[in-house]
């Protein structure tokens, strides 16, 4: 009953924090309104959670990194593939090594695997910290698009690289060819396990459903537990569970490109996944204010022990920590340009622009939601019993790190990102109003087929009016559409058409709630009517 009271506790924090955010200035980002959530009920309640690791682990990260799997978007992972694995797997390495170094020399006295397990988990991004803090900034649409596919890859790197470590510092034991091996058969079994379960799911799915019809509310359960399942199997079987949610979250972006889900399953599948997502990263957060009081007073312990130091040492490795973070972030972001130049056989030297956005990519390097998840899974003891030294004072790191990076970030990446000018890409404009076009021409045809079916039929006069309003719509937005109009004015004329149809669609709203308080109206047929405007207005543009 505690924990359950615990967790609404945490649940209520996390929504009064998207309040407070509203009303806070807009350039402070919601992690560290919710960090302060949080540690105002660490401070002021009386509350303390103890958190079992694996159990954390298991509820949080799974369903995270199945969901980054699931809307990664593919095309830019297509096209930017080589710059995302060299973030993601080659950055990553390269933190490992030379954070694990510089923290084991800054801090001698912390075991080596414990300095590595550090700089494990310290190398993942989180891109919802950096997209809430870009909220008013024009982050390009590319440099977004690689920041996410950085952040699904190195998370499972990363917190693949942190089991290691922790394994080696739980049994003392590492070897270098043991851990190849094992990595191997970790990424593969987990990468086959995870996308293997949810072929198997999809596919017992759409036989269902084909026989016996859809039900929105199983749908959504399936896709809620397909993360767990892949997780624990793929465990079980001694793989990498964070690889298998990642791939089963892949696959299920690529299962879905079929179609048969309905339309009401998919609207309210992702609206469930969305208050999903919210909440597991609220919580993380929410938990690291919660957390810090107790973890920052075995921190001061621990460095007090680590040479007689005081507590404001712990500031100073907190600084000297993310700077060499962010110096090895850009050195490493700088030649991975410099080297997708020389792939294209660009010889034209760095413009200011170039290096603002490999300035702006480095300070987007927030750390977040997995990387705290990640070390607070370090275990208590080692196996003969003794507790894990500096524990306290690692996890007081790792989330010191995580603030002093949003702070930066809030910060520099506004000023680094304004006025960034970046050519148009117009290619990708003419390829939107070219698949948009197909799509308009697709409905129309269908229409005017379903028409001539009822030529003969006793309604055929209704379907031929219907038919002709329908059909001046998609002919109008083929018309729109085509390949001789300037994709500004496209837009431009899209922007001021969603803006007439919110209109009118939040003033018919209006007058069916009024015709419902009034009982002009009967409250089933309003509820019906509402929920077709809100659709409507979602559609176009106006859920925000």
Known sequence: MEAFTVALILLVAVAASAAIGRMVPAAIPTPLVQIAVGGAIGLLANIRVELDPELFFLVLLPPLLFLDGWRLPKDSLREDGPIIIELALGLVVFTVIGAG???????????????????????????????????????PPRLMHILEGESLFNDASGLVCLRFAIAAAVTGHFSLREAGLDFLWSALAGLALGAGLTIVVIRAKGWLTRHFGEEPGAQILVSLLLPFGAYLLAERAGASGILAAVAAGVAMSFAERNGRAGAETRLRRTSVWDAIQFSANGIVFVLLGEQMPGIAAGAIRAVQSYGGRTGWWLACYVVAITLVLAALRFCWVWASLRLTLLR??????????????????????????????????????????????????????????ILLSLLIATVALPLLLKGLVLPPDRDAELAEQHVRAQVYQAA????????RAHADARDAPLYQEAGARLAEFYARRVAVRGEDRDPAETRQLDRIESELRLAGLRAARREALRLARGREAGSLLVRRIVRELDLLELRYGGGA
């Open 444 to 451: 129309l045809r269908a229409i005017q087929k379903a028409e």
């Open 101 to 139: 170094f510089f923290i084991h020399w800054m801090v001698p006295a912390l075991p080596m695997a414990i300095c590595f397990a550090l700089a494990a988990v310290l190398s993942p991004t989180d891109p919802i910290a950096v997209s809430s803090i870009a909220q008013r900034v024009p982050v």
């Open 344 to 401: 294209r056989r660009d010889q034209r030297p760095f413009r200011s622009s170039d290096l603002r956005l490999v300035a702006a990519t480095s300070c987007a390097g927030v750390r977040g939601a997995i990387t705290l998840a990640g070390i607070l899974t370090l275990p208590l003891t080692l196996a003969d019993g003794s507790p894990l030294p500096g524990r306290d004072f690692v996890i007081f790191l790792a989330a010191g790190v």
